[in-house]
């Protein structure tokens, strides 16, 4: 009898010392599922962000796992969130992460997925993308992100970088950008699946948020 194939994921979890709620949850059921031969690699107090995730690719390539899954410790996403990536079959997809931002004064959540905009002259630029399904973005975030093998061989050893526009150093690119925009140059493609939302918890929970918006509480 053949054997089933498992896919071999080893998930990359930086993190300061804390874990969010659900983070236990979900980490057990994927272990004790047996869909899957995965390993754990929550890597503590290494900053800033950007030299912790090269050191997760570094581990990650000196295994021979099939798929890095980066999961921050601040997001948490539903429990078939790996069957849904896996079976997209992407060479890099995110989950949905939503974080807090300003428009005209007014704050918004967006997803932490960009296309670059050309429609309007005055606003040229990455602009937060809403989609349907699964759909090719420019720009995706590294907090809930299955990026399959190949791409992190050819990404080179540091992948993961801040890069500042001015001397002072106030404006720039994060790490999700500069290794987006890395993957793209290597003629990969990266996705956003968009029927996946995960909870971002910082001081709220951007999906608890969300979920009150879409249903119209007007408090009454």
């Known amino acids: 009898m053949k054997p089933v194939y498992k896919p071999s994921i080893f998930i990359a979890m930086p993190n300061m010392g804390t ?3 659900g983070h236990t949850q979900n980490l057990l059921k ?7 031969r995965l390993t754990w690699f929550p890597l503590m107090n290494k900053a800033p962000l950007d030299r912790a995730r090269n050191e997760c690719h ?3 390539l000196e295994s021979t796992c099939d798929y890095l899954f980066f999961l921050d410790a601040d997001t948490v996403p539903p429990i078939d969130t790996l069957d849904q990536l896996l079976a997209a079959d992407k060479d890099m997809i995110s989950a949905t992460v ?4 300003s ?12 296309r ?20 090719e973005v420019d720009i995706a975030t590294l907090a809930c992100t299955l990026i399959k093998r190949k791409v992190m061989e050819k ?17 720039g690119y994060s790490e999700d950008f500069y290794f987006s925009r890395l ?17 971002h918890i910082k001081e709220f929970d951007a999906k608890t948020v969300n979920a009150l918006l879409v249903g119209g509480t007007n408090g009454g």
Request: net charge neutral; charged share 20%.
């Open 58 to 60: 570094k581990a990650f």
């Open 116 to 135: 670059w905009n050309t429609e309007d002259p005055d606003d040229i630029g990455y602009k937060a993308h809403w989609g349907r399904g699964v759909e």
């Open 103 to 114: 428009h005209k004064g007014q704050p918004q959540l967006i997803p932490v997925a960009f």
């Open 98 to 101: 939503q974080t807090l931002s």
């Open 155 to 171: 990404v080179g050893k540091r992948a993961f970088q801040y890069v500042c526009d001015n001397e002072w150093g106030t404006d």
């Open 183 to 199: 993957v793209r140059e290597k003629g990969f493609m990266i996705w956003n699946h968009y029927g996946i939302l995960c909870s």
């Open 19 to 21: 874990l969010a709620t």
């Open 30 to 36: 994927w272990f004790l599922s047996g869909k899957y």
